[in-house]
């Protein structure tokens, strides 16, 4: 373990080693890591596919058109058509989604319902993002927004886009 404490000092530039005291921002970066957009990967498999690995990577889960069944396994994302699944809700409970995977929520049309539910690194700029989104200002039902402490009255109000 201290071979790997003094290479990472070398090559991170750590003043500290990710597991002491202040391994905020190991866990910080490793979120931004899961929330990196691939722009690429939006075009190879369709806006549906990459925002569900993209939201499921990062510990949420999606509801599809036509199915009861919430998704919340990575690793049992269904298989067919891609354009066969559309993300018909969203529940983001406990996931470290950040503003920089919104990127991701850009091409989903069928998007009903958001459930944001203690999303530690959900802030006022996310819910502007969200507001701003036309897909989503067409076909949004219900959005909750539950225990995120970094929402202010600021957040709320720029969803003025939503019906």
């Known amino acids: 373990m201290m071979l790997f404490g003094k290479i990472s000092q070398q090559l991170c530039g750590f003043k500290k080693l990710p597991w002491s005291c202040d391994c905020r921002n190991f866990w910080g970066w490793l979120n931004a890591v899961f929330n990196k957009v691939d722009y690429e990967r939006i075009k190879d498999v369709g806006p549906d596919r990459a925002a569900s690995e993209w939201l499921l990577r990062c510990g949420a889960m999606v509801r599809y058109h036509g199915q009861e069944k919430w998704q919340k396994d990575y690793n049992h994302l269904p298989t067919g058509p891609l354009d066969k ?79």
């Open 85 to 163: 699944y559309k993300i018909q809700a969203i529940d983001a409970t406990d996931s470290c989604i950040m503003r920089i995977g919104f990127d991701h929520l850009e091409g989903l049309q069928h998007v009903e319902k958001i459930r944001l539910c203690k999303c530690h690194y959900i802030e006022d700029d996310c819910l502007e993002r969200l507001g701003k989104l036309e897909n989503l200002q067409k076909s949004i039902l219900e959005m909750e927004i539950i225990s995120c402490g970094n929402i202010t009255d600021k957040g709320i109000i720029a969803l003025y886009h939503l019906r």
